[in-house]
RNA sequence: GGCCCCUUCGUCUAGCGGUUAGGAUCCAUGGUUUUCAUCCAUGUUACAGGAGUUCGAGUCUCCUAGGGGUCACCA
């Protein structure tokens, strides 16, 4: 049984590299038939918000990422948390240290100076004299003092890290609340995680939640730290970079499975492969395939795998989509059409909108400059024969449309430029877009020679 | 600064001692298309540098450089 779990401190949005990481410990968990747990990290500090938690679900709901059970939240469980503060204590693990901070502060001014690693000296470690008046302890921990603290990174590899880099490091602070490293050892262990992933900046908090681990007598897990995303040059992605949040992806019109496509690829690989299905992940993630260096974010291929998506999507579903952008073709009997005219034309579905808005909002006003390579001296007298064209002909399908253009193209002995420049820019008012026979097919002859003769109107004027 | 991790086309990556170093994206060109897009084809571009080990190194070892992470009574 496989269980893994999600962590997250809500102090904001969900960010993209945490979504990555939560991605990779879900589909690890799915592919097990393991637990996926969401465990709320609260301990106190004035950051938390309950809108953060609200958002963070919010995105999970959104991408389709489910946990298995009540999300956990670790302002619950100081009980617990001080259960076992007194334990260590009652066993001589952990110890009450004196130190103030003032002197705390002026022994790493010291060590620096010295250019010596900052690090608490231990100095109330075997205390057993009075302690000073006034001052409310903390806990400390007494972390092993010599040799190596060691464990295998799923994904790193052997990680060895010297004794000496670890010290008694505070486990509850003045007022008794429990520091981070602290209770993450004990929930982990006690929610019974066996892989833990998570971003490699905790890389340096495993060794001391592994003192936790071992002064209670629990199981270490699995960990596999993955590495950072950056930004295009190579630098810690922040909000200069552009979205971070995930929910602003929603907004800027991406499929949630296109982000997800694009981010399981992002620092893991199965092969050649490139597109995967949230089906084809949990088959075949494996996080010994997760990549040890970091790797940079870049759109690019985010907005490839989603006009990929956008291009496979059912149409009920687009449609349903697409309410949100400001077009509700749902119930328009002519949605096939539309979407099949526009869908390979749009990358999000903010783009996608705005190419179906063309074609169902007449045009109010014509490029001048397309205008005049459109509209030539005899394009009124082509535009004329054409529609007259169009009324007798009988149209059951776009086919039938271009039918009528090469009658047109035939009848005058013109290219077909001829026509379909001026034709489009009459419709839409733009020298690109979809193909015309499916426009018209949208718009239906009524509408379609409306907007010929307004722009014909309008070149007169 | 100490410690730890990382380093293949611009980007995401394959490679697990013997390959013309592969794929994808991007870009360019050509084809398809009335246009644009899609689609198809073709092309440019990479093993950070230096020593070793080996018959043979992108793959193993060491050094250098660069990048990242971390050093809290934050999480």
């Not at 953060?52 to 990422?65: N, Q, S, T």
């Not at 010599?146 to 790193?156: A, L, R, Y």
């Not at 749902?330 to 783009?351: F, H, P, Q």
Request: hydrophobic residues 40%.
């Amino acid at each position: 049984m496989i269980t893994t779990r999600f962590a997250p401190s809500p102090t904001g949005y969900l960010h993209i590299g945490g979504l990555r990481t939560s991605l990779f410990s879900w589909l690890w968990a799915r592919k097990n038939e393991g637990q996926f747990l969401l465990r709320i990290e609260d301990t106190d500090l004035a950051r938390n918000s309950e809108e953060a938690v609200e958002a963070i679900l919010k995105a999970f709901d959104w991408v389709g990422m489910s946990y298995d059970g009540e999300a956990i939240f670790q302002s619950k469980r100081f009980n617990l948390y001080k259960k076992y503060i007194e334990q260590l204590l009652e066993e001589g693990k952990a110890y009450k240290c004196y130190m103030t901070k003032d002197e705390l502060t002026a022994l790493r001014e010291e060590q620096m100076a010295k250019g010596e690693r900052t690090r608490y000296d231990g100095r109330y470690r075997d205390f057993t004299g009075t302690p000073p008046e006034g001052v409310e302890p903390v806990i400390r921990i007494k972390a092993p003092q010599e040799g190596m603290i060691s464990f295998n990174d799923g994904v790193k590899g052997e990680i060895n890290i010297a004794a000496t880099e670890v010290d008694d490091f505070v486990i509850a602070r003045a007022g008794g609340v429990p520091t981070y490293n602290f209770v993450v050892a004990i929930d982990d262990a006690q929610m019974g995680l066996t892989d833990v992933i998570r971003g490699d900046d905790h890389l340096y908090n495993t060794p001391k939640q592994i003192v936790v681990y071992e002064a209670l007598g629990f199981k270490i897990p699995n960990f596999y730290h993955v590495a950072m995303i950056n930004n295009e040059k190579g630098k810690k992605l922040s909000k200069r970079d552009g979205a971070t949040d995930v929910m602003e992806y929603k907004t800027l019109g991406y499929l949630p499975e296109a982000l997800l496509n694009f981010l399981v690829r992002l620092g893991w690989s199965h092969g050649d492969q490139e597109i995967f299905s949230v089906e084809e992940m949990i088959e075949l993630f494996d996080p010994k395939d997760i990549n040890k260096s970091s790797s940079n974010y870049n759109l690019d291929k985010l907005l490839w795998l989603n006009a990929h998506y956008i291009k496979n999507k059912p149409h009920d579903e687009l449609a349903e989509l697409l309410v949100d952008f400001g077009v509700d073709i749902r119930e328009n009997d002519k949605r096939d059409l539309i979407l099949n005219a526009t869908k390979e034309r749009g990358k999000t579905l903010v783009e996608l909108a705005s190419q179906i808005n063309l074609i169902l909002n007449a045009p109010t006003e014509y490029n001048a400059k397309n205008f005049k390579k459109a509209f030539k001296e005899d394009t009124p007298e082509i535009l004329n024969t054409f529609m007259k064209l169009l009324k007798e002909a009988d149209l059951n399908e776009v086919a039938d449309y271009h039918k009528v253009m090469e009658a047109v193209v035939e009848q005058k002995e013109i290219g077909f430029g001829k026509i379909g420049m001026p034709l489009r820019v009459s419709l839409l008012g733009s020298m690109t877009g979809s193909g015309l026979d499916e426009i018209m097919a949208i718009l239906g002859v009524d509408e379609t020679i409306k907007r010929i003769n307004k722009a014909i109107e309008f070149i007169n004027v």
